[in-house]
């Protein structure tokens, strides 16, 4: 059940995974109980001059020891407060918020872009079918090898110093992948390349959206997306991406 309540967790481990990139573990038992793949939290800042939390998905669940993994990057002032967050250290939090990822299909393509790609990590291990993930990075390259534990992984890079030059579209075109469905995390215009991808192919597509959040549960409108059919909250057609979302069908939004 989500929680709308703040409550404090605990550091467990805060390490440095890439240039502004961070893993931070978190005893949270009050979220890892319910947490699905595709949900996040938000976190709130130590500085009181910083009201609003920052949302931050959730990248892996360890149920049995109440325990959650973010990894964020360092875009601001609260993010870079987080980055020097120390072991046995505490911050308030709330959630799991928003809904995530629906289990489907016997073929599944994972598809990630930047900091888009860390909550795929967990939808990765509770799949229960062949997987193929294909990642996409500026410059540094990270997680690779914790998702090869899952499916066969092929890379994208901006420059081409690893895998295919270009984005995930081209990787994915150039090692002709197939899939039944596909799930998708990353910047609004490699998802808007992606569900005309989908259409295009026939295929079912699940995708994350990223958006800048207020509130996190829904109440202040803050990070709609425009959508197919008129939303029951607010009777026009959009979706709260916090509250609705942040994981939609392709063909339920406008990107």
Same mark, same amino acid.
């Given at each position: 059940?989500?929680?709308?309540?703040?409550?404090?967790?605990?550091?467990?481990?805060?390490?440095?995974?890439?240039?502004?990139?961070?893993?931070?573990?978190?005893?949270?038992?009050?979220?890892?109980?319910?947490?699905?793949?595709?949900?996040?939290?938000?976190?709130?800042?130590?500085?009181?001059?910083?009201?609003?939390?920052?949302?931050?998905?959730?990248?892996?669940?360890?149920?049995?020891?109440?325990?959650?993994?973010?990894?964020?990057?360092?875009?601001?002032?609260?993010?870079?407060?987080?980055?020097?967050?120390?072991?046995?250290?505490?911050? +308030?939090?709330?959630?799991?918020? @928003?809904?995530?990822?629906? %289990?489907? #299909?016997? *073929?599944?393509?994972? !598809?990630?872009? /930047? $900091?888009?790609?860390?909550?795929?990590?967990?939808?990765?291990?509770?799949?229960?079918?062949?997987?193929?993930?294909?990642?996409?990075?500026?410059?540094?390259?990270?997680?690779?090898?914790?998702?090869?534990?899952?499916?066969?992984?092929?890379?994208?890079?901006?420059?081409?110093?690893?895998?295919?030059?270009?984005?995930?579209?081209?990787?994915?075109?150039?090692?002709?992948?197939?899939? +039944?469905?596909?799930?998708?995390? @990353?910047?609004?215009?490699? %998802?808007? #390349?992606? *569900?005309?991808?989908? !259409?295009?192919? /026939? $295929?079912?597509?699940?995708?994350?959206?990223?958006?800048?959040?207020?509130?996190?549960?829904?109440?202040?409108?803050?990070?709609?997306?425009?959508?197919?059919?008129?939303?029951?909250?607010?009777?026009?057609?959009?979706?709260?991406?916090?509250?609705?979302?942040?994981?939609?069908?392709?063909?339920?939004?406008?990107?």
């Amino acid at each position: 059940m989500t929680s709308t309540v703040r409550k404090k967790g605990i550091v467990i481990q805060n390490t440095k995974l890439a240039k502004d990139i961070y893993s931070l573990w978190l005893e949270a038992p009050f979220i890892a109980d319910s947490a699905r793949p595709g949900q996040f939290v938000s976190l709130y800042c130590k500085d009181g001059s910083r009201l609003l939390p920052r949302p931050i998905s959730i990248c892996e669940i360890n149920k049995e020891k109440g325990r959650i993994r973010l990894v964020f990057r360092v875009v601001g002032k609260g993010t870079e407060e987080f980055s020097y967050l120390q072991e046995k250290d505490t911050l +308030d939090l709330m959630g799991p918020l @928003g809904n995530g990822f629906n %289990l489907e #299909g016997k *073929k599944a393509l994972i !598809i990630g872009g /930047g $900091i888009g790609i860390p909550p795929l990590l967990e939808l990765a291990k509770k799949l229960n079918c062949e997987k193929q993930v294909v990642l996409g990075f500026r410059d540094d390259i990270y997680m690779e090898e914790e998702f090869e534990a899952f499916g066969k992984v092929y890379i994208s890079t901006e420059d081409g110093s690893k895998g295919v030059k270009g984005n995930v579209l081209d990787a994915i075109r150039y090692h002709q992948l197939e899939a +039944d469905i596909i799930y998708a995390c @990353g910047p609004k215009p490699m %998802l808007k #390349g992606i *569900k005309d991808y989908a !259409i295009e192919h /026939g $295929i079912k597509a699940q995708l994350s959206l990223e958006e800048r959040m207020a509130c996190g549960v829904g109440a202040c409108l803050g990070c709609v997306c425009q959508s197919r059919e008129t939303d029951m909250h607010t009777h026009v057609k959009n979706k709260r991406i916090c509250k609705d979302g942040p994981v939609f069908y392709a063909e339920e939004v406008e990107l």
